[in-house]
């Protein structure tokens, strides 16, 4: 609508969200794999940002709301600039559930996307590593150290632990999405993205695409630096005890929590 500043949930869902997705479910393959590599080191570029400003901070409740808030950074990227991240895309499946999109096309989107954001996602790690921001082999600084601790938490998460911080993740990511789409100026989207993101990011909760790569750093630098206090810092540990069950987390709770309910609101009648 002229002049309005935000869209009313009914318009998002009945409205905008049927268009978005049908495009993105029939987007030419190269299109959407390279729009999917600029996510990936989007949500990374959030990643730097909050490892370095974490980086000697306490008390631990100002570093980890330090590090939300410019985390936030990555997806405002993603929306404002445009670029396709799974996480995201996991709203595709409310439109497929009303039948307004085929599964062919949300499960098609979903594997590129992916693949296209674990790309991305390692890129530029391995650029960041190259960069020498973290220090060197001989003496990793405290860039370097937090990045590796990062990496040596996420790797170390009991399968529950990381399936359910997973799921609350991305309640929080996809209301971010909601509300950026509502809002029709870049300060309202920036607003939108800012709030939710910090939240799930200083609460501790697990994002798949960011752990591509916050673990993919950890890897290179430990590769490179052989610290014994990091040695379980691997790509089998990553993918077994954080990347498989963050991934299913990030599917299940958005769809529980934000799909079904909304689908249920705006896609049946009354009785």
């Given at each position: 609508m002229p002049g309005r500043l935000f869209l009313i949930p009914r318009q998002i869902f009945t409205e905008v969200l049927p268009v978005v997705c049908d495009i993105k479910a029939k987007m030419a393959t190269y299109k959407l794999f390279l729009l999917s590599i600029l996510a990936g080191m989007y949500i990374g570029f959030g990643a730097i940002f909050a490892t370095t400003t974490m980086t000697?901070?306490?008390?631990?409740?100002?570093?980890?709301?330090?590090?939300?808030?410019?985390f936030s950074v990555g997806l405002m990227l993603v929306i404002i600039a445009g670029a396709e991240l799974f996480t995201g895309n996991v709203l595709m499946s409310l439109t497929c559930l009303a039948g307004k999109i085929k599964l062919s096309g949300v499960f098609r989107?979903?594997?590129?996307?992916?693949?296209?954001?674990?790309?991305?996602?390692?890129?530029?790690?391995?650029m960041f590593v190259k960069t020498g921001l973290w220090g060197t082999p001989e003496n990793v600084n405290?860039?370097?150290?937090t990045a590796l601790n990062i990496a040596s938490a996420k790797v170390s998460l009991d399968w529950s632990a990381a399936f359910f911080r997973g799921m609350l993740c991305n309640i929080l990511v996809n209301l971010a999405i909601i509300m950026a789409t509502s809002a029709q100026t870049i300060t309202g989207k920036v607003f939108a993205v800012l709030f939710?993101?910090?939240?799930?990011?200083?609460?501790g909760f697990e994002h798949s695409i960011a752990n591509m790569y916050f673990v993919s750093?950890?890897?290179?630098?430990?590769?490179?630096a052989k610290l014994s206090d990091f040695s379980n810092i691997s790509w089998g540990a990553f993918i077994t005890n954080n990347l498989i069950p963050v991934t299913l987390?990030?599917?299940?709770?958005?769809?529980?929590?934000?799909?079904?309910?909304?689908?249920?609101?705006?896609?049946?009648?009354?009785?």
């Open positions: 000697a901070v306490e008390p631990f409740g100002i570093k980890k709301l330090i590090g939300g808030t410019v989107n979903w594997l590129i996307v992916y693949i296209g954001n674990f790309i991305g996602s390692v890129i530029l790690a391995w405290g860039v370097g150290m939710p993101i910090s939240a799930f990011v200083s609460s750093t950890g890897i290179f630098i430990e590769n490179l987390g990030n599917i299940v709770g958005p769809i529980i929590f934000v799909v079904i309910p909304y689908y249920l609101i705006y896609y049946t009648k009354d009785k």
